[in-house]
């Protein structure tokens, strides 16, 4: 007797558990938008769970090599995470990452932090921009082409850790 | 350090910029074609062996031309900022970013004008690095002088001490950014020699590169430490002057015919 109702009530728990994790999008398997590049990728800069947890000490780190160092080709980049996370509005256009329901202020609304790094940088990858082609001519020159094997047309994306750091790197300067 | 130091010290740029080019030199293993754009890596970061820097020809510079000013601002998002509602002409241009402008000097005795562009002149001993109380205002080990937003906290010092009004406050909520260049309210910006470009191996500015474009080539921009430079070979050639040198700030930016 005492046993079974142990064994319902541990039902139970899984079963509000699973109706909890199953309606918020935070604590769902993934909190990517369905529409962003980073839907058709296998995995974030590093595990999910490190970076959902890491992600501003890693941005904060990187961040200062970047701006002091000018070291560039750095992991974590927040220019990356609207890169790969901002969700396309079919119109050729991005929504704001921070906009309601999109990656950024999703979690961050969910947990009431605030989300202060938009005030000064973009929420949206940058379009085609014609000063930056001749800049992108530059790194064509020399990169363009490895990045250009790791995906084939029609073919899903299926990239490794590294894999997708490079592509980090590479997309970020578009 | 003062100017007085300056002969020895470049000597000794001199003589890094020598090593450092037969080092390079031998490095590259033969067959290999390494192109200029290519020849810095993003995973290097700023090194002081270099010492980015301007030469700008005054004479070449056309009245009422804007060109690099325009420039200027595509390049660096400026021109994305929307006046704010209500606020009146002169509100508008005293206060939104100007990180290149053209100055006009007259001569009162002859009535010649001559023009030149004016931005941050990359100081070696920057005023406005020396009065920033967060560390924010700072100078790159390549000799680019630029404000790190995450830590400034909007004092306006920098401005104060700049003689050469290079800065820029932002005063207003900023709805729209390029990836490239953040931009926020409460920060204090400036030229930055077009950090992001030149970190991906260009070796042009945007001002530069729109002044050549219409024809006029007044700025030069180049390498102060390579003895090889394009730029350092014109400093040696002509007779050039820093402005306010009385200073002794030793300036990246250097005007010739003025
Ligand atoms: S010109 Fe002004 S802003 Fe630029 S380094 Fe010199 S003092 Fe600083
Ligand atoms: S405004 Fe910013 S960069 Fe300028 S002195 Fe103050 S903290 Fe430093």
């Not at chain 2, 301007?54 to 420039?71: E, F, H, P, Q, R």
């Not at chain 2, 508008?92 to 941050?120: F, G, H």
């Not at chain 2, 400034?152 to 207003?172: E, L, V």
Request: charged share 25%; net charge neutral.
């Amino acid at each position: 007797m005492h046993s079974s109702t142990g064994i319902l009530r541990t039902l139970g728990l899984i079963l509000a558990g699973s109706i909890a994790l199953l309606s918020s999008p935070v604590h769902s398997g993934t909190a990517v938008t369905p529409g962003s590049r980073a839907a058709g990728m296998e995995s974030c800069v590093a595990p999910t769970a490190e970076i959902r947890r890491n992600h501003m000490d890693y941005l904060k780190h990187d961040r200062n090599r970047v701006v002091h160092e000018g070291v560039r080709d750095v992991k974590h980049s927040l220019a990356g995470c609207v890169e790969c996370h901002a969700e396309k509005d079919g119109n050729g256009g991005y929504h704001p990452i921070n906009a309601d329901g999109q990656f950024c202020s999703g979690c961050h609304e969910h947990l009431a932090v605030n989300l202060t790094c938009f005030q000064c940088h973009s929420k949206e990858p940058d379009r085609k921009h014609s000063d930056a082609a001749s800049l992108s001519g530059i790194r064509n020159a020399g990169q363009r082409g490895r990045l250009g094997l790791l995906i084939k047309l029609n073919e899903a994306p299926a990239l490794s850790s590294e894999e997708m750091a490079q592509l980090h790197a590479l997309s970020r300067e578009e | 350090m003062t100017g007085k130091n300056e002969p020895n010290d470049m000597k000794r740029r001199e003589f890094i910029g020598r090593t450092v080019l037969a080092a390079g030199a031998a490095s590259v293993a033969p067959g290999i074609l390494l192109t200029v754009a290519n020849a810095k890596s993003e995973g290097e970061g700023a090194s002081s062996d270099i010492r980015w820097g301007m030469l700008i020809d005054s004479n070449k510079c056309v009245d009422n031309c804007t060109a690099c000013v325009d420039a200027c601002e595509r390049e660096n998002g400026i021109n994305l900022l929307q006046r704010p509602e209500g606020q009146g002409d002169e509100m508008w241009n005293a206060q939104r970013p100007q990180w290149i402008r053209k100055v006009k000097l007259r001569d009162r005795q002859t009535d010649e004008v001559t023009n030149l562009p004016m931005m941050c002149q990359h100081c070696e001993f920057p005023p406005c690095v020396d009065v920033c109380p967060t560390g924010a205002s700072f100078k790159r080990a390549d000799g680019i002088v630029m404000v790190d937003r995450h830590i400034c906290i909007g004092c306006r010092y920098c401005m104060m001490a700049c003689p050469y009004k290079a800065r820029s406050f932002i005063h207003k909520n900023v709805e729209k950014q390029t990836v490239r260049s953040p931009r926020g309210k409460g920060c204090v910006e400036s030229c930055n020699l077009c950090v992001h470009r030149i970190d991906a191996g260009a070796t042009t500015t945007a001002c530069q590169d729109a002044c050549e474009k219409d024809g006029h080539k007044a700025i030069l921009f180049g390498d102060l430490k390579d003895p090889e430079s394009q730029l350092s070979k014109a400093l040696k050639e002509k007779s050039s002057r820093q402005i306010r040198a009385d200073l002794e700030l030793n300036t990246g930016v250097r005007y010739t015919s003025l």
